[in-house]
Nanobody, 115 residues
């Protein structure tokens, strides 16, 4: 069982930055893939970015060049640095960890981009 807790969401003006963090209850070094997803009301949950245990990253086209995902295995945390935020980035962001056949989710953190 892996428990994930997100933090760092909030209200920011367009063009601003936020850094999301995901703290895991277990050693993440053995977790093959961790990622950030987002889900707007009434819509499916979409991948924002992912990072493998080897450090390979993958980004949704809509965030390439603006968001950076990273993981710190020593601190059992994952981060998402979000720059140049746009109103369309407003939604709830979820942390995900895939360990073997199991997929674990945090409860989400709200990001609101508005002037």
């Amino acid at each position: 069982q892996v428990q994930l807790v997100e933090s760092g969401g909030g209200l920011v003006q367009p063009g601003g930055s936020l850094r999301l963090s995901c703290a895991a209850s277990t050693n993440i070094a053995g977790i093959g893939v961790m990622g950030w997803y987002r889900q707007a009301p009434g819509k499916q949950r979409d991948l924002v970015a992912s990072v493998t245990s080897g450090g390979s990253t993958n980004y949704a086209d809509s965030v390439k060049g603006r968001f950076t995902i990273s993981r710190d295995n020593a601190k059992n945390t994952m981060h998402l640095q979000m720059n140049s935020l746009k109103p369309e980035d407003t939604t709830v962001y979820y942390c995900n960890a895939r360990l073997g056949p199991n997929s674990y989710w945090g409860r989400g953190t709200q990001v609101t981009v508005s002037s």
